[in-house]
């Protein structure tokens, strides 16, 4: 079993920043995907960006890319997303997630919220 926990959302302002953390902890076997993906209210919950362990690829979401970037830190089992230039539409809850052939592994999520 894997872990994991978020943190790092919070209430921000259009055109702000923020910066998410995930953190793995347990059975961490390799290679392995790392995502996030996001879920507003009343709405199917989307990729936004992952990375891989092998090539170090990334990937995301047409609405996020020039915005958003995802990258991680293997000594720590931390994959992180800066948001940048922030818009309303993507107040949701963000949540990682670790996938590893059938294995897939969710976290509590973090609230992100932006408003003026």
């Known amino acids: 079993q894997v872990q994991l926990v978020e943190s790092g959302g919070g209430l921000v302002q259009p055109g702000g920043s923020l910066k998410l953390s995930c953190v793995a902890s347990g059975s961490i076997l390799r290679p392995y995907v790392m995502g996030w993906y996001r879920q507003a209210p009343g709405k199917q919950r989307d990729l936004v960006a992952s990375?891989?362990?092998?090539?170090?690829?990334?990937n995301y979401a047409d609405s996020v890319k020039g915005r958003f970037t995802i990258s991680r830190d293997d000594a720590k089992n931390t994959v992180y997303l800066q948001m940048n230039s922030l818009k309303p539409e993507d107040t949701a809850v963000y949540y990682c997630?670790?996938?590893?052939?059938?294995?897939?592994?969710w976290g509590q999520g973090t609230q992100v919220t932006v408003s003026s």
């Open positions: 990375i891989t362990t092998t090539g170090s690829g990334t």
């Open positions: 997630n670790y996938k590893r052939l059938a294995l897939s592994s």
